[in-house]
């Protein structure tokens, strides 16, 4: 490069520079002008909530009478429950208080590791829970399923129609016990399948079940046994046979539950 083009840009340069050590001084030099006054922006209106979308909808059923409140419907409620299972049933297997509300709990309940005997809608069945073989290797005994014969028998003759006949006729005091119990809005009906599925995921256990005792109660000694929820606990603890009798009957309630279709 010769002295000629150095001097193309060093003039260059510093023609650069001095404009902008110019606009420097013109910018400080300027007075400061009075910012405009922010505009107020109006703040956003909440979102109404939206209300749940119902997967499975039960069709509100003509009635003669209207139905009772949920404090006053004990008495409606199992009688008709008499109606379906005979009045002897009825008073052996059915905890006549709060009926609808321990119905809804304990649906609800299921697919958790306990459910509170207090809030439980029907009798706890007879005697407890046997056990065989020695005690380092304790098994389920199948004399234990018997004790849940005569409330699997029972199961077994529901006739579904009429079952779904006396749950449509009562589903808002269903409904209104679910959503008091504090859930965010949700469709009582939907939960119902939802825990239906969830029992009928329960595997079908066969052969000796290994039972530990660490404290004074039975657990099962397999850790994924013993990791499955409360409801799921029963059904193994009554045995395949009876086991597959009670999926047999939650499998046909489930298909009339989820036949009507959404609204669009």
């Not at 150095?6 to 030099?29: D, R």
């Not at 290797?137 to 779904?164: F, G, H, I």
């Not at 066969?206 to 660490?214: D, M, R």
């Not at 990791?227 to 799921?232: D, E, K, T």
């Amino acid at each position: 490069m010769d002295i000629r083009e150095n001097a193309k840009y060093i003039a260059a340069a510093v023609g650069v520079v001095a404009l902008s050590i110019g606009a420097v001084v013109y910018i400080s030099q300027r007075k400061p002008e009075t910012p405009p006054a922010p505009t107020a922006v109006p703040a956003p209106k909440p979102l109404p909530p939206e209300e749940p979308a119902v997967k499975y909808p039960v069709e509100a059923q003509p009635a003669a009478e209207p139905l009772p409140a949920l404090d006053q419907s004990d008495g409606p409620l199992l009688s008709a429950l008499a109606g379906l299972i005979g009045k002897v049933p009825a008073d052996k297997f059915i905890v006549p208080e709060g009926l609808v509300r321990k119905i809804v709990v304990t649906v609800d309940n299921l697919p958790e590791t306990k459910v509170a005997e207090r809030l439980r809608p029907v009798q706890p069945v007879a005697g407890t829970l046997v056990a065989s073989g020695p005690e380092d290797q304790r098994t389920l005994n199948p004399a234990n399923y018997d004790r849940y014969k005569p409330m699997v028998d029972l199961v077994r003759s529901l006739d579904e129609q009429q079952l779904m006949a006396i749950y449509t006729r009562y589903y808002p005091l269903f409904q209104d016990a679910y959503a008091n119990l504090g859930h965010p809005p949700q469709y009582f009906n939907d939960r119902l399948v939802e825990v239906i599925d969830h029992l009928l995921a329960t595997p079908d256990v066969k052969g000796p079940i290994k039972l530990t005792q660490p404290n004074v109660l039975f657990e099962y000694a397999d850790p994924k046994l013993e990791a499955l929820s409360a409801g799921q606990k029963v059904l193994i603890r009554m045995g395949s046979a009876n086991a597959t009798v009670v999926k047999d009957k939650l499998r046909a309630l489930r298909a009339k539950l989820v036949q009507q279709k959404p609204p669009a």
